[in-house]
């Protein structure tokens, strides 16, 4: 079976506090932080034991994960495993570098977001052009608010051509066709950003060949519908894997839409759908977004 599993367990801590952050944070206590230890590893020793399974993972913990030994080392050991196809995490950059040493860099990869105000812009800059002279796979972004425009644009201009620019659509925020084409020169595919998706009713691969999992192994289609469908670890989630349509109004978020067989997203992204690396990643000037049969955002 080919299998994607998005995996948020119980970490709710992050080390930046942004005014815009939609995850509501909290500060995680020793207790806490142990909880989640012990549920990644569970989830971990779930993952490498599924050795007649092609595993695709990502980790979109609610707070920043690769502070964390145990992300890193997590990520690093699931790298290395025959059966797991790619391996990546959202993650805003703030750690330490030199633990992607241990991985297998053909199938590890990183989502990364700046941060305007939380961190210095030089050092973010110096993290990604040390992912880059490590050979990283790794997507860089931020959110499409008009107080980033600058700072996005100077971080187009001074990241290696071949590193993807994404721009997120700020939640709540409402872009005039001028404010989205200035976005959209750096991002020439935020208009699939730009406005929620249509969804209810339309083919979605969540609910069978995507699942989300969470600390406690239940298993839901995704992070956006809560219906359970069982759970990973008594293995009761395999027998509702079917084709499913979706039963929100709109979906607004990349991990989501995504996934929607009604756009053509996993064609765009291929070969980099969890980590949001287009297929023709490279200089913004050198690409456009292939609308095909109407599939338009």
């Known amino acids: 079976m080919d299998l994607t599993i998005l995996y948020r367990g119980p970490l709710a801590s992050c ?17 806490q932080l142990t909880a989640d230890r012990a549920a990644l590893e569970r989830f971990a020793a779930w993952a490498a034991a599924q050795q007649d399974d092609r595993l695709s993972l990502l980790f979109t913990p609610w707070g920043e994960g690769l502070v964390r030994s145990w992300y890193r080392r997590t990520l690093a050991e699931l790298s290395r495993l025959p059966h797991v196809r790619r391996v990546a995490i959202q993650t805003n950059l703030s750690c330490r570098t030199d633990w992607l040493d241990a991985a297998d860099l053909d199938t590890l990869a990183l989502w990364c977001t700046f941060h305007p105000g939380q ?8 993290k990604c052009h040390d992912l880059a002279g490590r050979g990283v796979r790794h997507s860089v972004g931020v959110v499409g608010l008009p107080e980033h425009l600058e700072h996005a644009r100077r971080l187009r201009a001074d990241l290696p051509a071949q590193v993807y620019l994404w ?53 839901r289609r995704c992070h956006f519908v809560r219906s359970e469908l069982g759970n990973l670890y008594d293995g009761s989630y395999r027998r509702a894997l079917r084709p499913r349509t979706c039963p929100l109004t709109t979906c607004d978020c990349h991990i989501g839409y995504v996934h929607l067989e009604t756009l053509p997203l996993y064609d765009i992204f291929a070969g980099g759908v969890l980590e949001r690396i287009p297929a023709q990643h490279g200089a913004p000037a050198g690409f456009r977004v292939p609308w095909t049969d109407g599939h338009q955002p």
């Open 15 to 31: 080390d930046y506090d942004c005014p815009y952050c939609p995850f509501a944070k909290r500060r995680d206590t020793r207790a």
């Open 119 to 126: 961190t210095p812009y030089d050092r973010f800059l110096a």
């Open 167 to 219: 721009v997120n659509a700020a939640e709540g925020h409402t872009y005039t066709d001028a404010e989205a084409d200035r976005w959209s020169a750096l991002d020439p595919l935020f208009p699939y950003s730009r406005h929620p998706h249509r969804s209810a009713g339309l083919p979605c691969r969540t609910g069978e060949s995507v699942i989300s999992v969470d600390g406690d192994g239940t298993v």
